[in-house]
């Protein structure tokens, strides 16, 4: 055995709390997060390339971090609180990024298509109105290889939209008294 070698695959309990989930898996203390999160059955973190190049393994972690899980821990997540796209929106209620890429055809094969809307919603948690430079920009580090990224850039910006009309929305509605306070009727 060399110096770099090592022996040790004890198995540890972890304990993750995933799209508001607790998770208690028996890890090795070198499973990567995006292996852990499989093993849970959450298929929708895909693995690409175990290098972080490709983007599809992306989740956030503590709502607006995005963070490449093929090359991120298991044990690093504890304490965290990890979204993954199944934890985005579901099939009845789908989340404007992913209603959006549907309507501008921003997904082909849809291999890329959960880290793409990982990496999105963390743009634009801290920009939510970009310009299609910023989008482009801030989705540099997932590669799509069956689109040109066109419709993908008119689906964030979408979504950007719908969510700066969704908030205003709802700040606006926080300003009127509703009849049960006692406001007018």
């Not at 419709?151 to 950007?160: E, L, P, R, W, Y």
Request: net charge negative; with cysteine.
């Amino acid at each position: 055995m060399t110096a770099t070698e090592t022996t040790d695959t004890t198995l540890r309990t972890v304990t993750l709390n995933v799209n508001g989930q607790t998770i208690r898996q028996e890890v090795e203390s070198r499973t990567l997060l995006a292996y852990a999160l499989r093993d849970a059955g959450l298929k929708g973190t895909h693995v690409g390339c175990d290098t972080s190049s490709c983007g599809c393994c992306v989740v956030l972690l503590d709502g607006d971090t995005p963070a490449k899980s093929c090359t991120m821990f298991a044990v690093q997540a504890e304490g965290h609180q990890i979204t993954t796209v199944e934890g985005l929106g579901s099939p009845g209620d789908l989340h404007p990024l992913q209603q959006a890429f549907w309507d501008q055809h921003g997904l082909q094969c849809g291999y890329c298509t959960p880290g793409m809307l990982m990496t999105a919603k963390a743009m634009l948690e801290h920009n939510p109105d970009p310009t299609d430079q910023e989008v482009r920009e801030f989705l540099s580090g997932n590669l799509c290889r069956c689109t040109g990224y066109n419709n993908i850039v008119k689906a964030v910006q979408q979504a950007a939209r719908v969510m700066r009309d969704e908030a205003q929305a709802q700040a606006l509605a926080g300003m009127v008294p509703s009849t049960a306070e006692g406001g007018a009727q």
